[in-house]
Nanobody, 120 residues
Framework: QVQLVESGGGLVQAGGSLRLSCAAS????????MGWARQAPGKQRALVAT???????NYADSVKGRFTISRDNAKNTVYLQMNSLKPEDTAVYYC??????????????WGQGTQVTVSS
């Protein structure tokens, strides 16, 4: 099993910044993909940013140029730097990882979510 612990959410004014962190622990052989998704009230969960090991980041159009995803493989940690925040960024943010085990089987794991609220 893999556990994900998120931190860094909170309340910020429009135009401000927040940095989310998510640390993975447990039975980890290899992590292929790390990423973030968010769910606003009344809406479906949507991908925000993903980063494949050794690859380039991908972003939702709504956050391009404002959010930056990064990862520290030594710490099994993924970050999301969020700048120029807008009220429409308000949501619960979830981190996820795609792990690969010794049998080349893949599994997704999700964090518990952290609230980000942007006031106007």
């Amino acid at each position: 099993q893999v556990q994900l612990v998120e931190s860094g959410g909170g309340l910020v004014q429009a135009g401000g910044s927040l940095r989310l962190s998510c640390a993975a622990s447990g039975s980890i052989f290899s992590i292929n993909t790390m990423g973030w998704a968010r769910q606003a009230p009344g809406k479906q969960r949507a991908l925000v940013a993903t980063l494949i090991s050794g690859g380039s980041p991908n972003y939702a159009d709504s956050v391009k140029g404002r959010f930056t995803i990064s990862r520290d493989n030594a710490k099994n940690t993924v970050y999301l730097q969020m700048n120029s925040l807008k009220p429409e960024d308000t949501a619960v943010y979830y981190c996820f990882v795609l792990t690969v085990d010794t049998a080349q089987l893949s599994s997704y794991y999700w964090g518990q979510g952290t609230q980000v609220t942007v006031s106007s």
